[in-house]
C-alpha cells in the first residue's frame, strides 16, 4: 500500500508540534518544513530540528526565508520609499503582513515536490491575534487557488483551527504526549524551552491554557473531541 | 490629487516592460519589483534596472529569491528524498512549479509595504507555455485569497492576459514604444539584448509575433483595440 504522505509546517512550538503529534496517527510519512526568517531565536531552530527527528518525520527543510526581511518597512526605506505612519503598538518594524500567505504557499510547493498530497499548519482563527491570514476563509481561499495554480489536489488541513489552548492542551493530552508539549517545545518569545520566560505574552497564554485545562480535564476533553475527529 | 500608485512585476523582457508602458498611463507612481532567483543571466537583472529607470519608475526592488533553488528537487534530494521520474524534456531540474504562485504573493506583499491597490503582470493565458499559474482562473482565485490574506483590497491586473505576441507589439507600437521594445528589453535565453541569439524558444517567438504584426499591423491593432481599452 501507497504510504500517505503529509508537509507539517512546524516551527518546534506547541501548535505546529501539537499538529505533528496529530499527524502521526493519519500519516507514515511526514515531511516538516521550518521557516528561518533570521528574527526568531536560533534557538527555535534548534529545538524544530530535535523535535521533528524525535517524532519520526522523514525528513525536515529549514527554510531560509530572509527575504522577508527585504520587504519590511524598514528595509524599503532605502529604496526611498516614504515612511508610513507610526506602526501599531507592540508590532515590530519589520513584521511583514501577508508572511502566512508566503509560508502556506511554499509549503504547496514543497508539497508538490515531493508529492505530499496534503499540507497541515497550525493556524487557528480563536486565537488569531487579528493577524487576516490566519482564518479559515482565507486558508481555503488561498488552497483553491493553489490547486488551480499548481494543477494538483494538494490540501490544506488546520487540526486547531477552531481549537482554544485549553483544548490544544487537551489534544496534544489525547495523543499521550502532554509532557513532551510542556517541556520540550519553544512558544516564548524570550527562547526558552518549555515553561519559557514566564513573563510574555506568549508565556501567559500558554500556561493559562494548561491550567485551564487541568482544572478541568473531562469537560475540555470532551469539547475537544465534538470539534475534530479523535 | 492622491497619486494613482501600483506595482509592476518587472523582468525586463518584451511582456513586462510593455506592462509598464502601458502602465505609465493608467498610474503616476510605479514601483517596480524584479525577482533574483540566481538562474537567470545578470544580464537580464542589470536590463531591468537601467529600464525601470529610463521608464521613470518611483522605486526598483530587486528581491533574491534564491530560496526557490533549495525547493528544487535537486536540492531537496540533499534530505534524501528519492528523486522523482525524469522531468519533462526541456524543464531543467531546477525548474520549481507554483514559482509565479510565489512571485504574485511577494509582489502583493510589497504593493501591501509600499501602499499600493494594484499589482500589474504580464501573464498570458494565450501562450502560457503549459503553467497553470499563468491562466486567468488561477489570479483570480490567488487574488481572492489575499484580499482576504492581507485584508487590503490589492487587485491584479493582467493586461496581457487574452493577447497574442504580435497583439503585444501592436500594443507597444500604440505606446509608441515599438523600438525600445524591440532593441532594449531582453528575452532570449541566451542573455542576449534586442534581437537576442535569435535561435532560442524565446528569440522565435518574439520574432515570430513581430513579423505578424508588421505584415499586418492594421488587422493586429484592431483586433487589440477589441480586448484592451486603450
Not at 13 to 23: E, F, W, Y
Request: net charge neutral; hydrophobic share 40%; proline share 3%.
Amino acid at each position: 500500500m501507497e504510504k500517505k504522505k503529509a508537509v507539517v509546517v512546524y516551527s518546534g512550538g506547541q501548535d505546529s508540534t501539537t499538529c505533528l503529534i496529530h499527524a502521526r496517527h493519519f500519516y507514515d510519512d511526514i515531511h516538516c518544513i521550518t521557516f528561518d526568517y533570521g528574527q526568531r531565536h536560533r534557538a527555535e531552530i534548534d529545538v524544530a530540528r530535535e523535535l521533528a527527528l524525535k517524532l519520526g518525520a522523514t525528513a525536515h527543510k529549514v527554510l531560509d526565508v530572509g527575504l522577508l526581511n527585504e520587504l519590511a518597512i524598514s528595509s524599503l526605506t532605502r529604496d526611498n520609499i516614504p515612511i508610513p505612519t507610526q506602526t501599531e503598538e507592540g508590532i515590530p518594524n519589520t513584521f511583514v503582513p501577508g508572511r502566512n500567505i508566503l509560508f502556506l504557499t511554499l509549503a504547496a510547493i514543497y508539497a508538490y515536490q515531493v508529492q505530499a498530497d496534503v499540507v497541515i499548519t497550525g493556524v487557528c482563527e480563536t486565537d488569531f491575534s487579528g493577524y487576516p491570514d490566519c482564518r479559515d476563509e482565507f486558508v481555503k481561499a488561498l488552497n483553491h487557488a493553489i490547486v488551480l495554480g499548481m494543477a494538483k489536489d494538494v490540501r490544506f488541513e488546520t487540526p486547531l483551527m477552531w481549537l482554544n489552548k485549553a483544548e490544544t492542551w487537551a489534544l496534544a493530552d489525547h495523543w499521550q504526549q502532554l509532557s513532551l508539549i510542556r517541556d520540550e517545545t519553544l512558544t516564548c518569545y524570550n527562547g526558552i524551552k518549555g515553561a519559557g520566560c514566564g513573563e510574555c505574552a506568549a508565556c501567559h497564554l500558554r500556561r493559562k491554557g494548561l491550567e485551564t485545562y487541568l482544572s478541568n480535564r473531562k469537560n475540555v476533553m470532551q469539547a475537544l473531541q465534538r470539534k475534530i475527529n479523535i
